[in-house]
């Protein structure tokens, strides 16, 4: 079992999934860190680290590239741009991702979380799913979604992120993963 003093939790601070977890990673002692940036809002302001427009351009990533990807249209507004370099700042600081959403028929999470969730399958980092429609967890293996039960954080760095929408079994399967992760 980790130590929840020598861990971080690397978030976005938004309403719903993001701020569930930055809330319990608090209560369980967890260092906390919600990239944002200039004209952001954001919900949990425990750890914001404001990324800079340089820092923000260091992931930059082509939105014809994330639409084909997530066989979906994006806005092509800076701030949706902006919101997508941060997310990827995220991924990149964790070495596993969680995430709260829906897995949709073609194994993309649905919504803006999407994004994440298929950056962390570029980046090749163990990537954990609670699907909210199906009530339970998942694990991507390989190309496919593979159920898993009682998922735990493995890595002293992780990621969260998932919809603002999230519902009561969302919230207690965040907290059953502290729960089973770290000893409070």
């Known amino acids: 079992m980790l130590d929840p003093r020598e861990c971080i939790l690397y978030s976005g601070g938004a309403r719903g999934t993001e701020t569930c977890f930055g809330e319990t990673a608090e209560k369980y002692g967890l260092q906390e860190v919600n990239y944002s940036f200039e004209g952001h809002k954001v919900d949990r302001t425990r750890g914001v680290r404001v990324l800079t427009s340089e820092?923000?351009?260091l992931k930059d990533v082509s939105l014809?590239?994330?639409s084909r990807?997530?066989?979906r249209n994006y806005s092509t507004a800076p701030l949706f741009r902006k919101v997508l370099q941060s997310i990827c700042w995220q991924v990149s600081s964790g070495h596993e991702v969680f995430?709260?959403?829906e897995i949709q028929e073609d194994g993309t999470v649905k919504g803006g979380t999407?994004?994440?969730a298929e950056f962390a399958k570029i980046c090749n980092?163990?990537?954990y799913v609670f699907d909210q429609i199906q009530s339970r967890w998942f694990k991507w293996e390989k190309d496919a979604w593979e159920a898993v039960e009682n998922p735990v954080i493995t890595h002293r760095h992780f990621t969260a992120t998932g919809t603002?929408?999230?519902d009561e079994e969302g919230v207690e399967a965040i907290e059953g993963l502290f729960t089973r992760s770290f000893a409070k």
């Open 55 to 57: 820092e923000l351009a």
């Open 64 to 66: 014809t590239y994330v």
């Open 69 to 71: 990807l997530m066989s």
């Open 99 to 101: 995430v709260v959403g």
């Open 114 to 116: 999407g994004w994440g």
């Open 125 to 127: 980092k163990p990537l």
């Open 164 to 166: 603002r929408f999230l």
